[in-house]
């Protein structure tokens, strides 16, 4: 399942996913309507507005789901 998709299914009303990576980073993507916000480590990396560039930057970022 793609980031995106994963995000727009979440029911718990946070929309917001967390992962970590190989190097023990901890990921966050969550959806602020028009537009995503991606934090490395609690600090915010910037914003994505699309969901295919969501998807792109969690493949870089190796998200798995």
Known sequence: MKLSE??????????????TTPDGSIMKAADYGPYYVV???GEPM??????DDLDTFAAANHYTA
Do not use: C, F, L, M
């Not at 979440?10 to 917001?16: L, N």
């Not at 910037?46 to 969901?51: M, N, V, W």
């Open 39 to 41: 934090y490395r480590n």
């Open 46 to 51: 910037g914003a994505i507005d699309s969901p």
């Open 6 to 19: 994963k995000i727009a299914a979440i029911e718990s009303g946070e929309y917001a996913v967390t992962w």
